[in-house]
């Protein structure tokens, strides 16, 4: 099993999961040209793509939505809410023969892989994070929410690769320009995971099996990538685990998985 992170932060987020033949995309907020473009740049092929799970109806997560209907024949995996949500904000109609409805909690098969969305706290209709297992790896794209939850954390155990949102330094935030209905906003239980916070989820759910770590979603203007690697490497220091940055602009992936 392959990962990618064509894009992550608050201009757009877009990750990529793959067993070679067949890729799945979690979220898709950027466009469909640069979703390709990164793809091929990383010697992904952009025709393997065959789904696209959305965590929650943020534009930063789903702005390709539109043109994603019109111009693939992809799956949405989707909560029936977000659903709602991206239908209303792109005013498209998404046919059921392109849909796999999910429902938080509820694991389903698709194409081989299970895909298992599960509830985060954040302010949208009705977000999640993704859990996904392919073959004999497990991995988890975990971004957008403003706690670490129990629940969050159980759904972390046992995961060969963790993308955990890394999104701001609190005294950054505290300290920076944005206007303060904003800051309440992302500082609170349904807003984003500060260094710290991503911190403390990621000691709950180390394990033997966890070999790389990607942190996801920095903010551009309230984080440092340095903090933040600084917070995971001092959780991840006695161990030999890969830490990883993803990026807004250049596409990353680690080495594949399980194979
Ligand atoms: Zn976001
Ligand atoms: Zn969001």
Not at 69 to 79: E, G, H, P
Not at 112 to 131: E, K, M, N, Q, T
């Amino acid at each position: 099993m392959r990962y990618a992170a064509l894009a992550s932060g608050s201009k757009g987020n877009c990750h990529a999961l793959s067993d070679g033949q067949r890729t799945l995309l979690v979220d898709a907020g950027i466009t469909l040209k640069q979703i390709r473009a990164r793809l091929t740049a990383l010697d992904w092929d952009p025709g393997t793509v065959q789904g696209v799970a959305f965590t929650h109806e943020h534009s930063d997560h789903i702005a390709a939505a539109a043109v994603l209907l019109r111009n693939t024949d992809w799956a949405f995996l989707v909560t029936r809410e977000t659903l709602a949500a991206i239908e209303s904000i792109h005013g498209i109609e998404i046919p059921a023969s392109r849909l796999v409805l999910l429902r938080a909690g509820h694991a389903v098969d698709w194409n081989g892989a299970r895909v298992l969305p599960f509830a985060i706290p954040h302010d949208a209709s009705d977000p999640v994070a993704y859990r996904v297992e392919w073959g004999a790896a497990a991995m988890a794209v975990v971004t957008d929410l403003g706690q670490p939850t129990a629940l969050v954390a159980d759904h972390c155990a046992g995961l060969d690769l963790l993308a955990l949102e890394a999104n701001h330094d609190v005294d950054m935030l505290r300290n920076g320009d944005y206007p303060a209905p904003l800051k309440a906003r992302i500082l609170s239980r349904v807003g984003h995971l500060s260094n710290e916070s991503m911190g403390e989820l990621l000691a709950r759910v180390l394990s033997p099996r966890l070999r790389h770590v990607v942190l996801a979603h920095l903010s551009e203007q309230n984080n440092d990538p340095e903090l933040a690697r600084f917070t995971a490497a001092e959780v991840l220091k006695h161990t030999t685990i890969a830490l990883h940055l993803a990026s807004q602009q250049t596409p990353m992936q680690v080495a594949p998985l399980g194979e």
